[in-house]
Structures are given as structure tokens and as C-alpha cells.
């Protein structure tokens, strides 16, 4: 995740969510060349019009060095299946694309989707049970390594589920302000200081004006 020195990923009207530097993006690339599959919120992909590919033929070969497929597999998130059916990503078929939605969505949605990506798998009544699909992609799919690219809403549930093993994190020199900006976490959050998700810096590094960082999780 990129976000501003106060700790947003997007203006608070979501006009802007792509700031980060030519290097921010590079290192966004580089991620995903680890990762057997990308993972982004259906609100996260409308506004920012990505499609989870691997970058150009150096990000490509580092895969190859990586002992990946030229390609990721790519996982949407939506609860309510409310995606964008003209989305970017539908236009571009370069490897499966699986939809994570819930039993709430309407039956109708789901029907649209199975037309335009490989599978769509309820995993949940009302809520994603993230740990469930995870089990599931990695028996079906092969999915050890997954790089989620948030929003935040999606961030947060996956640090409630003890999912998270690292975060990249990349401190941008910009101020966004507004209560409503979204965050890397949102949702609920932490009720107390227990219940946060408690990392371990591993990596710090200035490139610029910006601040790379890593962090692992404490067990």
C-alpha cells in the first residue's frame, strides 16, 4: 500500500488514489513477481481501472527467476457482487480471474459475472470467510504466496482474520486531511489496544522523498 504522511490512500471524495512516485509502481510490480495471486477490492479496480497484470517483460522475467507463471491468477473481492461488468480487467483475459463474493449477493449478479471470469465462489453468508477461500485457493488454484492491493475496507478484515503476514508500506510526501479519507485499515478497526494487528519492522528504506517500508507480523 501507498499512503500520504497522515495515513490516507485516497482523497476523501476517491477523485485521487494513484500518487506514489515511478518507483512506488516499480516496487508495486516487483511485489506481485513474488506472488502466485493478486487480490483487489471491486471498489479498488472501478477506481483506478488496473488490472492486476504482471508489469512489462522485466517484471515478466522476474517471475520466471521467481519459478512463477508469466502470469498471476487474479482474485476480486466483492460482497455484494456489485462489480462493474465493464471493468477493465473483464477486457483483458491474459489469466483466470476469480470472483470472492457471499450468499447475499443476488443471484442475478453472480449469474453476470460467471459470464465474464473464471469462477465465483461464495464464501460466506453475509460476510467473506477469508481463511475458507484462501484453504480453497490455495487446493485449487495452487496459491501459496497473495498479494493484496486493498482497499481498505478489505485490509482491515484480512488484519481482523490474522491473515496478514507482511505489509509493504510506502510513506508518500503529501498531505490528503479529511475524516472521510480512506485509510489502509477502515471498517470497524481495533475496539482496544489488544486487539490490534502487532507488526515487526524488517525493512526501512528512503528512496527520494519517500519512505519504503516492510514489516512481518509478531507471532
Not at 511485489?31 to 517483460?57: C, H, I, S, Y
Request: charged residues 25%; hydrophobic residues 40%; contains cysteine.
Amino acid at each position: 500500500m501507498a499512503m500520504t504522511a497522515d495515513g490516507k490512500i485516497a482523497t476523501a471524495n476517491r477523485a485521487v488514489s494513484s500518487f506514489g512516485s515511478r518507483r512506488d509502481q516499480e516496487h508495486l510490480y516487483e511485489l506481485r513477481a513474488t506472488a502466485d495471486a493478486v487480490m483487489a477490492g471491486a471498489r479498488t479496480l472501478d477506481l483506478n481501472k488496473v488490472l492486476l497484470g504482471p508489469g512489462g517483460e522485466r517484471f515478466k522475467k522476474l517471475r520466471k527467476k521467481n519459478g512463477l507463471n508469466e502470469y498471476s491468477l487474479r482474485v476480486i473481492v466483492s460482497g455484494s457482487a456489485s462489480i462493474d461488468p465493464n471493468a477493465a480487467i473483464f477486457r483483458h483475459r491474459f489469466s483466470p480471474i476469480i470472483v470472492l463474493t457471499t450468499a447475499r449477493a443476488p443471484k442475478s449478479k453472480r449469474d453476470q459475472l460467471l459470464c465474464l471470469v473464471d469462477e465465483v465462489l461464495i464464501c460466506g453468508k453475509s460476510q467473506i470467510n477469508f481463511a475458507t477461500a484462501f484453504r480453497y485457493l490455495r487446493k485449487k488454484w495452487k496459491v501459496k504466496r497473495l498479494l493484496c492491493e486493498g482497499g481498505g475496507e478489505l485490509n482491515a478484515a484480512l488484519f481482523k482474520a490474522g491473515l496478514v503476514d507482511e505489509l509493504h508500506l510506502t510513506i508518500c510526501p503529501k498531505i490528503f486531511g479529511g475524516r472521510e479519507a480512506p485509510a489502509i485499515a477502515d471498517g470497524e478497526g481495533a475496539a482496544h489496544l489488544a486487539d490490534a494487528a502487532n507488526l515487526k519492522l524488517t525493512s526501512f528504506r528512503p528512496r527520494g522523498d519517500e519512505l519504503f517500508l516492510a514489516y512481518r507480523r509478531k507471532k
